[in-house]
């Protein structure tokens, strides 16, 4: 199980460094053809290896550099509000939001750029520490037998590590309409990192929603909920 979860660790990273496209892509997206799924995730896999190789964690410094290399990795090229908006859930649905008033949509946005930055902070962290268990392993993304068919494509990296059975990994990634894939999900076995963290907000926020009694249509009570989520979230078991 802790063998699996560290996999999982590093394939998150993989993840919200596809999430998004840089800005230089976007610009240059009409001067050279778009990356396939496969070459994103391929790519993407290279970066985050080149980081872990110079990685230091003997030292608080040594950690501190690391991690702020990392980061620098990934803010280049994550969307992180649009990953956070997904671990939201019902609570940062076009349902939930047209249903507040206009106040309340206001504080909702606000509360959604919050997490934002509490979601990218604690993925940064969590990540960058549980990478280090991969400084010795092998990874490899399967070629694809076939070309690319459709909008919805799976991308497969075997991880294998000294006395540990191979884990294959499952990238689900989506064209977006310029052309380019983000990575929208992965599942390794039984574990799907994107019900992981939509399970773990729902979770606080039932907890919340009844320790603070919430009505089915107090809004302002929910709004409450929310930014407890928001304000614990990363600091409890």
Not at 107 to 118: H, K, P, W
Request: with cysteine.
């Amino acid at each position: 199980m802790i063998a699996r979860m560290s996999v999982l660790l590093f394939a998150t990273g993989v993840l919200i460094a596809s999430l998004g496209v840089p800005a230089q892509a976007q610009e240059a997206k009409s001067e050279a053809p778009s990356m396939s799924a496969y070459d994103t995730v391929f790519n993407t896999t290279e970066r985050v290896i080149d980081v872990l190789a110079t990685a230091d964690d003997s030292s608080e410094e040594g950690l501190t550099s690391y991690i702020d290399a990392l980061r620098g990795v990934m803010d280049d090229v994550v969307d992180y509000r649009g990953f956070s908006r997904a671990v939201m859930g019902n609570f940062a649905s076009k349902r939930y939001y047209m249903s507040l008033t206009d106040e309340g949509r206001a504080t909702l946005r606000d509360q959604l750029e919050a997490f934002t930055e509490v979601m990218s902070q604690n993925l940064v962290e969590t990540y960058a520490k549980g990478l280090i268990a991969f400084a010795q392993a092998e990874i490899e993304v399967v070629k694809p037998e076939g070309a690319e068919s459709g909008s919805i494509e799976s991308v497969y990296q075997k991880i294998t590590r000294a006395n540990d059975e191979p884990y294959l990994v499952e990238y689900k990634m989506r064209q977006s309409k310029d052309g380019n894939w983000q990575l929208v999900n992965v599942i390794i076995e039984d574990v799907n990192l994107g019900d992981i963290y939509r399970s773990q907000f729902d979770s606080a926020a039932k907890k919340y929603a009844r320790s603070l009694k919430c009505e089915s249509n107090d809004s302002a009570c929910f709004e409450q909920v929310v930014q407890s989520v928001i304000d614990n979230w990363g600091k409890e078991g």
